[in-house]
C-alpha cells in the first residue's frame, strides 16, 4: 500500500489588495510550493495528489480568492468537507481596511475584480460581504492596513518558519577579480592583501584548499588578524540577517585569479558556518578557470 505523505497545507485567501501576493512570496523563501487561483471545488483532489506524489514537497500554499468567481461559492463547503473528511489546513486570512485597498487600486490604477466597470469603494464592499462567512473560519487573519513590507514578513515568519530546521540558507563563493564578482554577493571580502602562494614555485599549481598552501597563507600574522575580524563580523551579522528574515546570504571571498588566497578564506568561513550547525555550502567559482590549475585539490 502507498504511503501518504504528511502535507503540511496553508490556505491563503482574503480581499483584493490586501497583500496575498506578498505574502506568499515571503512563504515562497521559507520552503513553501504555491499555487495561486486554484478553484476551492479543486482543493480536495489536489491535496490527495500531495499527499500521494508530491515527492519531497512537504509544505503546500494554496490561493483562493474572489478570481475564481462562481467557483467560489463552494469554498466554505469545501472546507467543511475537509473539515469532516480529517485533512488539515491552516487559513490565512489577508486584510485591510477599505480605505487602504482603495487608496493601493487608486495607486496602481487596476480595476477592482468585483467591480470592473464600477467604483472601486463598491467591488470592496460586495467582495467584503462574500468573504464574510470564510473569514469566520480563518486561523490567523493579518490586517495590512498600516503594515510595511518587513512588518509583514515578520509576522509570516512569525506563524510559518519557526521549525528549529527552516534556517537561513547561506552561499560561500571564492572568485577571482578578473573574472568579475558574483553578481548575487550580499558580503563581499577582497583578500588580495594577503600573501599570495602563487609566487612560490611549488604552491603555483595548487589551490587555497591544499594543505601547505593554507598553511603558507595562514602563517602570516596579517592572515591570523584578518581572520579574526573576518570571524567577529560574520558571527555579527549572520544572525541579524536571520532575525530579518533573509532567507538565504551569500558571502564571497575575491583574489586576484579565484585559486589561493580567496579559497582559502571561503574554506575557512564554511567551516566555522558548519561548526555552528548552519545551513551553508561552497563554491569554488573560478578555481578550474586558471591555466596554472592541474586539478591539486585537497581538504584541509
Not at 510550493?33 to 500554499?61: R, T, W, Y
Not at 612560490?200 to 602570516?220: L, P
Amino acid at each position: 500500500m502507498e504511503e501518504k505523505q504528511d502535507i503540511e497545507f496553508v490556505i491563503v485567501t482574503g480581499m483584493s489588495g490586501s497583500g496575498k501576493t506578498q505574502a506568499c512570496r515571503y512563504l515562497e523563501d521559507i520552503g513553501y510550493f504555491v499555487v495561486d487561483n486554484l478553484p476551492p471545488a479543486l482543493i480536495p483532489k489536489f491535496a490527495e495528489l500531495c499527499q500521494h506524489s508530491m515527492g519531497g514537497v512537504n509544505k503546500v500554499v494554496l490561493v483562493v480568492d474572489t478570481r475564481s468567481r462562481e467557483f467560489f461559492d463552494t469554498f466554505t463547503h469545501v472546507l467543511d468537507d475537509m473539515e469532516r473528511a480529517n485533512q488539515r489546513y491552516v487559513l490565512l486570512f489577508m486584510d485591510a481596511s477599505d480605505a487602504a485597498i482603495i487608496r493601493r487600486y487608486k495607486e496602481t490604477r487596476r480595476r477592482h475584480p468585483m467591480a470592473p466597470s464600477s467604483r472601486i469603494s463598491a467591488g470592496v464592499a460586495k467582495e467584503r460581504e462574500r468573504l464574510a462567512k470564510v473569514r469566520n473560519k480563518a486561523t490567523y487573519i493579518i490586517d495590512t492596513s498600516d503594515l510595511k513590507k518587513i512588518d509583514l514578513k515578520e509576522k509570516i515568519l512569525h506563524l510559518f518558519a519557526t521549525k528549529a530546521g527552516e534556517k537561513m540558507n547561506i552561499n560561500v563563493i571564492s572568485f577571482g577579480f578578473k573574472f568579475g564578482m558574483p553578481l548575487d554577493a550580499d558580503l563581499v571580502f577582497d583578500v588580495r592583501f594577503l600573501p599570495n602562494p602563487f609566487y612560490v614555485e611549488s604552491m603555483r599549481h595548487k589551490s587555497g584548499a591544499v594543505a601547505d598552501v593554507a598553511a603558507y597563507i595562514d602563517q602570516w600574522p596579517v592572515t591570523k588578524e584578518f581572520k579574526t575580524h573576518l570571524d567577529n563580523m560574520i558571527d555579527f551579522l549572520v544572525p541579524q540577517y536571520e532575525k530579518e528574515g533573509k532567507a538565504q546570504l551569500v558571502i564571497a571571498a575575491g583574489c586576484t585569479g579565484g585559486m589561493h588566497r580567496s579559497v582559502f578564506i571561503a574554506q575557512h568561513i564554511y567551516k566555522r558556518l558548519r561548526a555552528k550547525g548552519l545551513n551553508a555550502k561552497i563554491e569554488h567559482r573560478d578555481l578550474m578557470k586558471n591555466e596554472v590549475w592541474e586539478h591539486v585539490i585537497e581538504e584541509v
